[in-house]
Nanobody
Framework: QVQLVESGGGLVQPGGSLRLSCAVS???????IGWFRQAPGKEREGVSC??????????YYADSVKGRFTISRDNRPNTVYLQMNSLKPEDTAVYYC????????????????????WGQGTQVTVSS
């Protein structure tokens, strides 16, 4: 069973930056790891997803965050990061880390494939 623990959320002014961390355990390299968010009154949406194996790193970004957010992964310790720059009030949401085996970054992030594991979420608030 994959376990995911998020950290790094908080309050930031518009235009500011935050880095979210997702500590991952109990997984294999076949897994895709992704960041999702849910704002009040809205459906959960995929933000960015990543797969890293020996030969290739693949990433996917939602159009709303391209050029502002960067997803990355360290294998020791196994952590997935989401660097968020140029934050906007509309980025305010609870951010969740999720994982799924045997799929693609696009299928996971567009929620064509349901994650098999979720973290507990971390609040990000962008406000002046």
């Amino acid at each position: 069973q994959v376990q995911l623990v998020e950290s790094g959320g908080g309050l930031v002014q518009p235009g500011g930056s935050l880095r979210l961390s997702c500590a991952v355990s109990g997984y294999s390299l076949n897994y895709i790891i992704g960041w999702f968010r849910q704002a009040p009154g809205k459906e959960r949406e995929g933000v960015s997803c990543i797969r890293v194996n020996v030969l290739v790193t693949a990433t996917y970004y939602a159009d709303s965050v391209k050029g502002r957010f960067t997803i990355s992964r360290d294998n020791r310790p196994n952590t997935v990061y989401l660097q968020m720059n140029s934050l906007k009030p509309e980025d305010t949401a609870v951010y969740y880390c999720a994982a799924a085996p045997g799929t693609t970054t696009q299928r996971l992030c567009t929620m064509s494939r349901d994650p098999s594991s979720w973290g507990q979420g971390t609040q990000v608030t962008v406000s002046s």
